[in-house]
């Protein structure tokens, strides 16, 4: 639903004020290179948990899941960067509605983020499974994922406003 509001903001022209006022897009991108710099620190941190590490979990309420993915997605500002550079270079003035067009655009990057999420949901149960007698590759999981999110949130806060 994040993207799909994000799309229709492009599509509406509202994003494009997300833009015009800099100091927004720098407070959501320096929360977010914090946020991934907390997530590294919970995977590496001495008696950290490999993601993929099978335990059991209280159960969460379909509203609380919704609402943490939901929140999620929605703070990450390169959705909204790709919806306003990206999509805009595909829609042709006179080929119909750019209103239409961008929906339609906006609808199938949707539909094959749903596809490529899918499968990586389907294939984690599998990962766990591998990894759940291999202490050595949780160990190098932890600190690859560790790395990555550290890199990640390092070039995050480094990135200049385009």
Do not use: C
Not at 11 to 36: H, N
Not at 43 to 54: C, I, L, Q
Not at 66 to 72: A, E, K, N, R, S
């Amino acid at each position: 639903l994040a993207f799909i509001f994000y799309m229709l903001s492009a599509a509406f022209g509202i994003t494009a004020l997300f833009f015009a006022v800099p100091y927004a897009y720098d407070a959501l991108r320096i929360a977010g290179a914090l946020y991934l710099l907390w997530l590294a620190w919970q995977s590496v941190k001495p008696g950290g948990r490999s993601a993929f590490s099978v335990r059991d979990l209280p159960e969460d309420k379909p509203k609380k899941l919704f609402t943490m993915g939901f929140l999620t997605s929605l703070a990450n500002p390169k959705v909204a960067v790709m919806y306003l550079s990206l999509l805009p270079q595909f829609i042709v003035p006179g080929h119909g509605s750019v209103l239409v067009q961008s929906l339609a655009l906006g609808t199938i990057q949707i539909m094959i983020s749903l596809t490529v999420n899918g499968l990586i949901i389907l294939m984690a149960g599998s990962v766990a499974v591998f990894m759940t007698g291999r202490p050595f590759w949780q160990v190098v999981q932890r600190w690859l994922m560790g790395t990555v999110l550290a890199g990640l949130a390092v070039r995050m806060a480094l990135e200049s406003r385009r």
